[in-house]
């Protein structure tokens, strides 16, 4: 059993897309253990994508991830972080396979409705980012 670590991003959320969208997750046989609304500061949002910091899409992306409300999750399941990948699909909506969210909801590479962690660490980074212990069943 894995867990990992999803964002329903601004764009999804605004146009009321939670339950479809978790509904997706639930029928893969991701359990949501964890979850809550958040609208993030730019000093979160920063500190999330640090990573990207310097690319070309980064100051638009934090200014994106700032709009407006999020929803973060935790899901728990078998093979969880791959799960979670495959419903999501490819980053670029064009490249998303057919009955993905993002192929579905997406409208660019950025406004791209959904974020999952993309291994173990960064699943465990990102999981302790916006969650205590006792916040997770
Ligand atoms: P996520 O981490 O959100 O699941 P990912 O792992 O598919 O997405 P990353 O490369 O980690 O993608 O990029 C993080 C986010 O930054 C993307 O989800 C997207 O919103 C944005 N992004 C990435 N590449 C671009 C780009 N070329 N142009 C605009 N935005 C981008």
Same mark, same amino acid.
């Given at each position: $059993?894995?867990?990992?670590? *999803?964002i329903?991003?601004?764009?999804? +959320?605004g ?6 969208i978790?509904h =997706?997750?639930?029928n ?5 253990i964890?979850?809550k609304?958040?609208?993030?500061s730019r ?6 994508y640090a990573e990207?910091?310097?690319k070309p899409?980064y100051?638009?992306l $934090?200014?994106f991830?700032? *709009?407006?409300?999020?929803m973060?999750q +935790?899901?728990e ?7 979670? =990948?495959?419903?999501?699909g490819?980053?670029?909506?064009l490249k998303?396979?057919?009955?993905t969210?993002r192929?579905?909801y997406?409208?660019?590479?950025q406004q791209?409705?959904?974020?999952g962690?993309d ?5 465990e980074?990102?999981?302790?980012y916006?969650f205590?212990g006792?916040e997770?069943?």
């Amino acid at each position: $059993i894995e867990r990992t670590f *999803s964002i329903i991003k601004p764009d999804a +959320v605004g146009r009321n897309l939670v339950g479809d969208i978790y509904h =997706r997750f639930e029928n893969a046989g991701l359990q949501i253990i964890a979850a809550k609304m958040l609208h993030l500061s730019r000093e979160q949002a920063e500190g999330f994508y640090a990573e990207h910091q310097g690319k070309p899409f980064y100051d638009p992306l $934090i200014k994106f991830m700032t *709009s407006g409300p999020i929803m973060v999750q +935790v899901l728990e399941g078998e093979d969880a972080i791959r799960r979670h =990948r495959e419903v999501i699909g490819a980053t670029d909506p064009l490249k998303a396979q057919a009955g993905t969210i993002r192929a579905d909801y997406a409208s660019s590479v950025q406004q791209n409705a959904v974020h999952g962690s993309d291994s173990t660490t960064s699943a465990e980074r990102e999981i302790a980012y916006f969650f205590t212990g006792e916040e997770i069943c």
